[in-house]
């Protein structure tokens, strides 16, 4: 989504939920999604590049002293939209914290890849794994998911009009 704008990626958000359901209630979302899921900790902001403090995050009046925000509102959207991201699903699942590691190198901490799926699929999540190696492959690390196909939820299927 959106890099620079987080008002323009809560509208990419939309579009991609809105076409993630043309089929039916069976979606899978991936990719750089470049904002915070609604449930991972803060970045640590001191090791962010400065010029990514302008973007992904919240504004705040830099006379009230206040701590800077991710902002989450594209990640909301599609939460809006009944899908689920699959890391924070297997954290809540497990509360292993291995499932809210960083995906981005330099960002401070950020899990801005992800994969969503609709609540029709939840169910049949068993699996994600952050892909360390090889290290040199990207700015980012590779992600994966399981789905156990037996557990998706096939009882209240509707087409997309």
Do not use: C
């Amino acid at each position: 989504m959106n890099f620079f704008s987080s008002d323009y990626a809560i509208k990419e958000a939309a579009l991609i939920a809105n076409r993630a359901y043309s089929n039916g209630p069976f979606a899978v979302i991936g990719g750089d999604m470049n904002y915070q899921p609604p449930n991972n900790p803060e970045p640590d902001f001191n090791q962010m590049k400065p010029y990514h403090y302008s973007m992904r995050n919240k504004l705040s009046d830099p006379n009230r002293q206040e701590g800077m925000l991710t902002d989450r509102r594209p990640s909301w959207k599609l939460t809006q939209a009944k899908l689920f991201d699959v890391a924070s699903y297997m954290y809540e699942k497990t509360k292993d914290e291995k499932y809210l590691a960083p995906t981005a190198s330099g960002d401070g901490g950020m899990r801005i890849d992800q994969f969503w799926v609709s609540e029709s699929i939840a169910p049949a999540i068993v699996d994600y794994q952050v892909i360390e190696s090889p290290a040199e492959a990207s700015d980012h690390k590779g992600i994966t998911f399981q789905l156990d196909t037996d557990k998706i939820d096939i009882s209240k299927s509707w087409t997309f009009h």
